[in-house]
């Protein structure tokens, strides 16, 4: 059944839980750069996350936790000044907030004041309420991040689906709960069974944005470039790549490299 969209100049929380209210399905995509996120923005992509998987993708780590605060309000200064209509939010990296609330704000507000952005993403549940609670005490918008938080990785040692046993599936349902009274704008939840998400997401008033979670939540996330297909080697159940932009970058530059060592490149018309 389609549903009438609204037109929106410009995504904010507010826009999102409209969307939600009114059954229109919210569309998320990372991004850590301008080119990128000019790119995405003007695909009027709703929400540009810019995740701590800037980590893997853009630094070459095994996993999210060495990315520290300095570069990821690097990345996000770079994403604001390309969004001009999405919602840019940014995710607080690992050992940034954890330790105690004050951290967190103190983290919270240095992203807020110089990058721009307009809103905060944590993983954690009950672990966190604290940091949560503050954050938002200070005005500041918070996207929680549930199921499997990527870094809590050495914790379950695997990226396998998360919350398949009664007991982990009933302290997520509890967690979505409690950020959502907190005061939390949305949740993203990811790998998690599908019937497991559709149930939170018809149990909470604000939206939740899946990432293998199945089609029953209020919106989806990728990482842009497995979207893209320039992550090739990277091939999850959830993933549809739109593109294979990994092999037409690669014939493209050894294209140039054969035109530049026959001296195809440059021709006349291509010099001064």
Known sequence: MSVAKKEYKRITVKSLIEMKQN??????LTSYDYSMAKIVDAANVDVILVGDSASNVIAGHETTLPITLDQMIYHASSVVRA?????????IPFGSYQS??????????????????HAIKVEGGAEIKDSVSRILQAG???????????Q???????????????EEAEKLKQDAKMLEELGCFG???????????KEVAESVSIPIIGIGAGNGVDGQVLVVHDLLGMTHEFHPRFLRRYMNLY????NAISQYVDDVKSSDFPNEEESY
């Open 23 to 28: 059954g229109e399905k919210i569309s998320m």
């Open 83 to 91: 969004a001009k209509r999405a919602l840019v939010v940014v995710d």
């Open 100 to 117: 105690d609330s004050k951290e967190a704000l103190r983290s919270a507000i240095r992203i807020m004041k110089e990058s721009g952005a």
């Open 140 to 150: 500041i918008p918070v996207m929680g991040h549930l199921g499997l938080t990527p």
């Open 152 to 166: 809590s990785i050495y914790k379950f040692g695997t990226y396998t689906v998360r919350a398949k046993e009664e």
């Open 187 to 197: 949740i993203v939840l990811e790998k998690i069974p599908a019937k497991l998400a």
């Open 247 to 250: 092999d037409e970058m690669s």
